[in-house]
């Protein structure tokens, strides 16, 4: 599979938040300013691409040589927190703005389901550590453009006459519906 393949898969194809639908508790909870979306994204893709190198030579080096592939989720937990921890540390120095903005959901990236998701399925997939990490910068691009896209929809909903019993939540989980439409035809499921 050539580069640009993985790269456009994982970030339109199989967008990890509205195709495979993992990473769902950030989308929902910072994407309601572009500004929080994108340094959101951007933590959240620079996660990834470190955690795909590090986990791609954890699993090869270190688990699969030793016997070891059952510590796979552990492991793998291990690096995204670590990384996590990297970036709070860095945003907490360098942007204390959002730092604050980011809240809770910064230290949630550890616990995003679709860094784990998109480092086990790059060991599923046999990618090799060039196509896994072109793999995390995708899906983090992907995660990115997801963000993103919501928090420009619902900064412009802000001026829009939505009916009482849709502002808020209920808007949102339609517009995650629509989006999530729109992306599942790229992958042909609509």
Request: glycine share 10%; proline share 4%; with cysteine.
């Amino acid at each position: 599979m050539s580069l640009f393949t993985i790269l456009i898969s994982a970030l339109l194809v199989n967008n990890f938040v509205l195709v495979r639908f993992l990473g769902i508790c950030p989308f929902m909870g910072v994407s309601k300013e572009v500004d929080s979306a994108i340094g959101m994204g951007l933590a959240t893709t620079f996660v990834m691409v470190v955690t795909a190198a590090a986990t791609w030579l954890i699993q090869w080096f270190i688990l699969e040589p030793l016997g070891l592939p059952f510590l796979q989720n552990m492991a793998f937990i291990l690096v995204i927190a670590a990384m996590v921890q990297l970036v709070e540390l860095f945003l907490h120095k360098t942007s204390p703005a959002l730092y604050r903005a980011m809240g809770i959901f910064l230290p949630l990236i550890t616990t995003n389901c679709a860094i784990l998701g998109f480092a086990i399925m790059g060991v599923q997939n046999s990618y090799s550590f060039i196509e896994t990490v072109i793999f995390g910068l995708g899906a983090g691009l992907g995660f990115t453009l997801a963000l993103v896209l919501m928090a420009g929809i619902r900064e412009d909903l802000r001026f829009a006459d939505i009916p009482k019993p849709l502002r808020g939540v209920g808007i949102a989980f339609i517009l995650a519906g629509l989006l999530s439409l729109a992306f599942g035809g790229f992958a042909g499921l609509v």
